[in-house]
């Protein structure tokens, strides 16, 4: 089995993903706590020890407010972290897969974007991220970058659970109605890395579940699988005076891998379904 060595493997993505390709490769995960991508010698000795055939990095500063009040951490993490996994991943000829996100556009279109749109990131989270991508693109060629938005799954704190928790409170809610993206199930995401890396697909590709929605589109879908009766009242961006701008519509089309596969990942409210129904069990 070829190794994979997967950065910020107990994050709720990276936990996905060391399921869902444990029985096609040989797996070795890293946590946060476990090795920081900021520690250039680490990350760089981490790699060379290992000679993966592939690494996937998902560790990154994912908190978009955060980011805008320290955007210092936020290009440490994001853009020279990921210059140290890129710079070891080049010396071990290993190919990486680093996960980056629908922040690097604008928001300022009507239909999902493609992977060859121009970016142009409106916030730090975006921009730091974007230096990721850069690095990736600039120093490899064995590599794919995978865009996606709004993921839900089991572990750590996301959206559903979030929506989920208010209700079990009884307080109403108030959710955004001008942001517009594709809510994403991290194993849909985690399966359909697999099946890119098992099929030997680079490039750029945007993996999020089909169609798109509104956060309080997204919230009252939430409820109504949940058979939940409550208050969710509907509020513009402006008013919650964020310290980060969020692209107004970001919904990510699956045309590589629609291009690559035949079809696009399933709807985003099957995929709902589907995560509902196994923190049920």
């Known amino acids: 089995m070829e190794r994979v060595l997967v950065f910020g493997a107990k994050g709720m993505l990276g936990s996905a993903i060391m399921d869902s390709l444990s029985s096609s490769f040989e797996l070795v995960g890293f946590g946060h706590e476990e090795l920081d991508v900021t520690d250039e010698k680490a990350t760089r000795r981490a790699i060379s020890d290992l000679e993966p055939g592939i690494v996937i990095h998902a560790a990154a500063y994912t908190d978009v407010d955060g980011c805008e009040t320290n955007p210092e951490e936020s290009y440490r993490v994001n853009g020279q972290g990921t210059l140290y996994v890129v710079q070891a991943c080049r010396e071990t000829k290993s ?60 572990t750590g704190k996301n959206f559903v659970t979030t929506v989920l928790d208010s209700a079990r409170d009884g307080k109403p809610m108030t959710i955004i109605r001008d942001q517009i993206g594709s809510p994403t199930y991290v194993m849909d995401l985690s399966c359909a890395i697999s099946q890119l890396l098992r099929k030997d697909f680079r490039g750029i590709f945007h993996v999020a579940n089909s169609s798109f929605c509104s956060w309080y589109e997204f919230a009252k879908k939430i409820l109504e699988q949940r058979g939940v009766q409550m208050s969710v009242v509907p509020v513009d961006s402006d008013s919650l005076h964020q310290k980060a701008r969020r692209p107004r519509f970001s919904a990510l089309g699956n045309f590589s891998w629609q291009k690559a596969f035949g079809e696009p990942l399933r709807h985003w409210e099957d995929a709902l379904k589907d995560f509902l129904r196994s923190i049920d069990l």
């Open 95 to 154: 190919r990486l897969v680093y996960l980056s996100t629908d922040y690097v556009f604008d928001g300022k279109t009507s239909r999902p974007y493609r992977e060859e749109d121009p970016v142009n990131p409106i916030n730090v989270y975006g921009k730091s991220k974007l230096q990721g991508e850069q690095h990736v693109s600039r120093l490899l060629t064995d590599f794919i970058i995978i865009r996606t938005q709004w993921l839900f799954g089991k």
